[in-house]
């Protein structure tokens, strides 16, 4: 195929010719002549203006420019006029339909670009204008592209398959020259079709051939007939062939086992693998389980900076790092978090630091260092990363390597690991604010979305619509449940109107709680329903399943180590709400077990850092103590009894589910209720025992302070504005709250 009289002996197109580039797509070609500077503008003019039309400009090897117009062409012939910015016509050409044009020759087209023209040309056609029209499945354009990419590069150098990543994608294999720069886009072109590849290269450190090896995961059937494989970058453009040939290796797992050391590549596959369907992701948990980075400390000395990160959780928002270093010297520039294309992330622009200690020369000695915790935000998930790497500075430049060993990738444990992250007297607001929280707020959504009810079972439930509902979570705890269900048992107005559904937030021990409440309910012949959880959920997410359950009016949120101290109790909380309408929740009397007050309606007191905390009015006090026995309205009541109506709590959203284990739920309620206009009651003719804290205290990441700091750090951010107005206003001249506790007491004052 050749171009006809228009072309002269070195190839200059004198006048300007339309070729066929697709089955209906055409080309229009021009070169600039003499009279014209090459900075001219030039624009068709015609009937009728094609949508999309692209145009660009080459330079020619000798000097001067060439001009492209992409477009389809009319089913008839039309007339196209080549004129100039100031609309002087410098040529006309009759287009002709796509189909009586001849296709374009780019090899003869070729002859006269400049080099750099010519990388330019074969970007445009596999992105501006395989974009713009969509053609990347044409045949002919297919063709053309193919014809330019050889006329490129002649013989192509190789690409080969490393392994099978997952079913259609594989991990490729080539060399490319350093001087290209980044690569920006790769390309797929294929038997029929070119496909732009959602791929990002791993760039290897230049070897002594000059070249730097570069991998890549291509999404393309294997094995199937040669194809090119294009690598775009603002510097030129890369081609290689990829032939048909077995992968080199039989499997991902015999690569990964025997590559520990390519960190940058292990974080591309694990990248991938968590975009892919259900089971991808396990897999490459499980391949950096069983075949881990080499993990790197660099040991304490007297001397010389040294470091450790014990702490680097990948979450979908961003990443929590945690550890120590030593600085002895100026030598210690900083700790940076290293991404998958190496960039290197300084950890000190959102880090917390505090006194620590880490152990010495052998496992019993511990020398002062500075431990630290800090968050990195991420644009984008590197997926189930277990070993995020980092980097130790120096002052002069250069850098040693920081690799933790494999961390949590389960929620749960995640959420107790970032708990433990500081000490509990550093868990304050600069360590809560843009680094601990942003990480267990991540951590408590991914947590929600793995819940669901697992099953549920009935106990000669009614067919008629009770009254009350009484929703009652379990959680390992089952010693107070014969006290319990006795005391319900014998209440008449509870038996005739009430419901119970009892939550079991600890799976495991569901044959044991069936067994138990299947012989309760022969024993005491209560209407039951019992909802089990597929996995510890939490004392919100447990609540709120149950509330779905309820068919009563009337909804009692109830502690499983809340017992009756007499009938009529249940009838006594429910009166108010069904005959005001004004009146949003109610709470009881609470006794502990000795008879002295564990609660009296609830209250908000600032504790020495300025954070709210819940105190209970006269906990503590003797049962009868006098200002108890009067009904009245209050702050808020505790969830360890709660009554309301169901409207209203569906109507709030019921408990806030993003406290951490459980706490500060019931607060957060009360206050989402009185946001409504409504009120909430205290009301001691209905009175209870409350055996406190017996499930919570198994928990022993509770226990150790950080949750629950956390927990009213988060209550106080979200409720300071309403908090201080109704403590200042409503019930700032209350005689009956004591002073705000000690921290020895603070578990108890919490509750």
């Given at each position: 195929m050749t171009f006809d009289e228009a072309i002269d002996a070195i190839g200059v197109f004198r006048n300007a010719k339309i070729f066929r580039l697709g089955a209906d797509l055409a080309i229009l070609v021009w070169d600039l002549s003499p009279p014209f500077p090459a900075t001219t503008k030039c624009l068709l003019s015609m009937d009728r203006s094609p949508v999309p039309l692209v145009s660009m400009m080459l330079p020619l090897g000798h000097g001067g420019q060439r001009m492209f117009w992409a477009m389809r062409p009319e089913q008839q012939p039309v007339n196209v006029d080549i004129c100039t910015e100031n609309g002087a016509i410098a040529e006309t050409v009759v287009m002709q339909p796509a189909h009586m044009l001849t296709p374009l020759d780019v090899e003869a087209l070729f002859t006269d670009l400049a080099p750099g023209s010519r990388?330019?040309?074969?970007?445009?056609?596999?992105?501006?204008?395989?974009?713009?029209?969509?053609?990347?499945?044409?045949?002919?354009?297919?063709?053309?592209?193919?014809?330019?990419?050889?006329?490129?590069?002649?013989?192509?150098?190789?690409?080969?398959?490393?392994?099978?990543?997952?079913q259609g994608r594989h991990l490729i294999e080539t060399a490319i020259n350093p001087d290209l720069g980044d690569i920006i886009a790769i390309y797929a072109i294929g038997a029929a079709s070119i496909a732009r590849m959602a791929a990002r290269p791993v760039l290897g450190r230049k070897a002594k051939?000059?070249?730097?090896?570069?991998?890549?995961?291509?999404?393309?059937?294997?094995?199937?007939?040669?194809?090119?494989?294009?690598?775009?970058?603002?510097?030129?453009?890369?081609?290689?062939?990829?032939?048909d040939g077995k992968p080199r290796h039989p499997s991902l797992q015999n690569w990964w086992s025997k590559n520990r050391e390519a960190a940058e590549l292990r974080e591309m596959i694990v990248r991938c693998l968590a975009t892919l369907p259900e089971g991808s992701a396990a897999t490459a948990i499980d391949l950096q389980v069983n075949a881990p980075l080499p993990?790197?400390?660099?040991?304490?000395?007297?001397?010389?900076?040294?470091?450790?990160?014990?702490?680097?959780?990948?979450?979908?928002?961003?990443?929590?790092?945690?550890?120590?270093?030593?600085?002895?010297?100026?030598?210690?520039?900083?700790?940076?978090?290293?991404?998958?294309?190496?960039?290197?992330?300084?950890?000190?622009?959102?880090?917390?630091?505090?006194?620590?200690?880490?152990?010495?020369?052998?496992?019993?000695?511990?020398?002062?260092?500075?431990?630290?915790?800090?968050?990195?935000?991420?644009?984008?998930s590197p997926g189930p990363l277990l070993q995020p790497r980092f980097q130790l500075r120096l002052a002069s430049g250069a850098v040693r390597p920081l690799i933790p060993k494999p961390q949590p990738f389960e929620p749960a444990t995640q959420r107790n690991h970032v708990l433990r992250a500081v000490p509990a007297q550093h868990a304050v607001d600069s360590a809560f604010r843009t680094i601990l929280a942003p990480a267990l707020q991540d951590i408590e959504r991914r947590l929600g979305k793995t819940i669901e009810v697992d099953s549920t079972k009935d106990y000669s439930l009614s067919e008629t619509t009770p009254l009350v509902s009484i929703v009652i979570p379990l959680y390992k705890v089952l010693d107070f449940l014969r006290f319990q269900l006795s005391g319900m048992a014998t209440d008449p107005w509870l038996v005739a109107n009430a419901e119970i559904i009892f939550v079991l937030d600890s799976p495991e021990i569901q044959d044991e709680t069936e067994h138990m409440l299947g012989g309760l309910h022969l024993l005491h012949g209560l209407p039951m329903k019992l909802v089990v959880m597929n996995r510890n959920s939490?004392?919100?997410?447990?609540?709120?399943?149950?509330?779905?359950?309820?068919?009563?009016?009337?909804?009692?949120?109830?502690?499983?180590?809340?017992?009756?101290?007499?009938?009529?109790?249940?009838q006594v909380l429910s009166r108010p709400l069904l005959e005001n309408s004004r009146l949003g929740a109610i709470g009881p009397k609470l006794l502990f077990?000795?008879?002295?007050?564990?609660?009296?309606?609830?209250?908000?007191?600032?504790?020495?850092?300025?954070?709210?905390?819940?105190?209970?009015?006269?906990?503590?006090?003797?049962?009868?103590?006098?200002?108890?026995?009067?009904?009245?309205?209050?702050?808020?009541?505790?969830?360890?009894?709660?009554?309301?109506?169901?409207?209203?709590?569906?109507?709030?959203?019921?408990?806030?589910?993003?406290?951490?284990?459980?706490?500060?739920?019931?607060?957060?309620?009360?206050?989402?209720?009185r946001r409504l206009g409504l009120q909430i009651a205290y009301e001691p003719a209905a009175c209870l025992y409350h055996f406190e804290r017996r499930s919570i205290r198994r928990s022993q990441d509770y226990m150790r302070g950080v949750a629950s700091q956390y927990n009213s750090w988060l209550h106080t951010q979200r409720w300071e504005d309403d908090i201080t107005d109704l403590m200042a206003n409503q019930f700032g001249r209350d005689q009956d709250r004591p002073a705000a506790t000690n921290g020895r007491n603070r578990e108890r004052n919490a509750a």
């Open positions: 990388i330019k040309f074969v970007n445009n056609l596999l992105t501006v204008w395989r974009s713009a029209f969509r053609i990347a499945g044409d045949h002919l354009f297919h063709m053309i592209v193919e014809d330019a990419l050889h006329a490129l590069v002649p013989e192509p150098q190789a690409a080969s398959i490393v392994c099978q990543i997952a051939s000059g070249l730097q090896p570069c991998h890549f995961i291509a999404e393309a059937p294997f094995p199937s007939p040669p194809f090119l494989i294009v690598l775009l970058s603002k510097n030129g453009a890369a081609i290689r062939q990829l032939a993990a790197n400390r660099i040991a304490k000395s007297s001397m010389h900076p040294s470091g450790e990160i014990d702490l680097a959780l990948a979450l979908d928002d961003g990443l929590l790092a945690g550890g120590w270093f030593h600085a002895p010297s100026s030598a210690f520039a900083g700790i940076d978090y290293v991404k998958e294309d190496g960039t290197a992330v300084p950890l000190d622009a959102n880090s917390y630091k505090f006194p620590a200690w880490a152990e010495g020369k052998d496992e019993k000695s511990k020398t002062d260092v500075t431990g630290f915790v800090a968050w990195i935000p991420l644009t984008e939490g004392y919100a997410r447990a609540c709120n399943a149950g509330a779905r359950f309820a068919r009563g009016a009337i909804l009692v949120m109830l502690n499983s180590d809340v017992v009756p101290k007499g009938p009529g109790w249940l077990e000795d008879g002295s007050l564990q609660h009296a309606g609830l209250y908000f007191g600032r504790d020495q850092r300025g954070i709210w905390l819940n105190h209970h009015f006269n906990k503590g006090m003797p049962g009868d103590y006098a200002p108890a026995q009067h009904a009245r309205e209050v702050p808020g009541v505790t969830g360890a009894c709660l009554v309301t109506r169901k409207v209203i709590y569906e109507r709030v959203g019921g408990f806030t589910e993003d406290y951490v284990i459980g706490d500060y739920e019931d607060s957060d309620l009360c206050l989402k209720i």
